[in-house]
């Protein structure tokens, strides 16, 4: 099966500028994750849907970040505007508790964000 | 911020010799999982060990779990070069929190 899909792969942009990461799960994955990665670390997670509904989004920056899963299946994550410390590599994951009840996720190459 | 640490941030060794990375975490888990991320590519889930579970193996890799020290190991053996790569492990919280560590940095060199 196709894994996950995400675009762009690099993105580079001047702060203040807005910004938009684009994710197709696992077909039939019904929960997904945008987790945020900076240079020497592990992911962190910033939001989780379960569908179309955020469940978890305490970890992220509501002021500048937004994310949607409009039908269930793909997800957006935008920041707007952006800021010097955004830059980082952007993950998206997404997993299925009927196929894999421990929560075996399955991550995306990820989205690198330059911001200069 | 993240759960857990993991020891040695960077590891060094030749071809075919064993590496053996480890874990701690702080609060009560459900499962550990160990995924493996290679430059510029996403991680790659490689095995998962319950919290009921003391040790589990997967071809070349074998996990330990100790719930009492709060801590995990990640054994490979007969390393190849194609096993360069970051090593994380991964708590689950609840029913579907993954918390990563800060990952070990492993190097074959041939």
């Known amino acids: 099966e196709a894994g996950v899909v995400q675009s762009p792969r690099y993105k580079i942009i001047e702060k203040k500028q807005p910004v938009a990461f684009w994710c197709n799960p696992i077909s039939g994955h019904n929960t997904l994750y945008w987790y945020l990665q900076n240079l020497g670390q592990g992911p962190e997670l910033l939001i989780r849907?379960?569908?179309?509904?955020?469940?978890?989004d305490s970890q992220l920056p509501k002021d500048r970040f937004s994310a949607e899963r409009l039908k269930g299946v793909d997800s957006t994550l935008k920041i707007q505007p952006a800021e010097l410390g955004d830059s980082a590599v952007y993950l998206c994951?997404?997993?299925?508790?009927?196929?894999?009840?421990?929560?075996?996720?399955?991550f995306g190459p990820g989205t690198r964000l330059t911001v200069l | 911020s993240q759960q857990g640490e993991e020891d040695p941030q960077a590891l060094s060794i030749q071809e075919g010799e064993n590496a053996t990375m480890n874990c701690s975490y702080k609060t009560s888990i459900n499962n550990l999982q160990w995924y493996r991320q290679n430059s510029g590519r996403g991680l790659v889930h490689l095995i998962l060990?319950?919290?009921?579970?003391r040790e589990k193996h997967s071809g070349r890799l074998r996990v330990t779990l100790d719930t009492s020290k709060k801590s995990s190991s990640l054994l490979i053996t007969a390393s190849r070069a194609a096993d360069t790569a970051s090593y994380f492990c991964?708590?689950?919280?609840?029913?579907?929190?993954?918390?990563f560590g800060q990952g070990t940095r492993l190097t074959i060199n041939p």
């Open positions: 849907y379960e569908n179309e509904e955020a469940v978890d």
């Open positions: 060990i319950r919290s009921n579970e």
């Open positions: 994951a997404s997993s299925s508790p009927d196929r894999s009840p421990y929560n075996e996720q399955f």
């Open positions: 991964a708590t689950l919280q609840g029913a579907q929190k993954l918390v």
